[in-house]
């Protein structure tokens, strides 16, 4: 039965995902360092060395990086904790609901990028094209391969 099997479509899936939160993400760096895009209620510049420039910094290269699909794993997991110090940092005191003390998005994200720490970037992503480059490298004659450095 289809429920009960993976659908072929899952590793383009999980790309898209993995496009749409890196995308998001990166925006959010991008208002916290440039103002961009605007905020609803506009936010003072940020000091790049605070607390607060230092997660822009992070949500605008990781961002990029987890959209482009480039050292997903390991990216993913540092963002990933960079979401549960947001979390306990400025949510948590408020409330111990995510709900009421507006800490669902770090929550998601946080699982989210945990999530593809363990499950990598899926199909349409540098990570993959570097993986199927070296996969066919290795697989090809070494008399080829010799012959190509020639």
Known sequence: MWIFNPSPASPRVLSVLRIVAGLLFFLSGTMKLFGFPEAATPMPPVP?????????ILETFGGLAILLGGLTRPIAFVLSGEMAVAYFQAHAPRSFFPTVNEGVPAVLYCFLFLYLAFAGAGEWSLDALIARRRSQRHSEPLSNRLAAAR
């Not at 790049?48 to 822009?56: R, T």
Request: hydrophobic share 55%; no cysteine; proline share 0%.
């Open 48 to 56: 790049l060395w605070s607390e607060m420039g230092i997660a822009g």
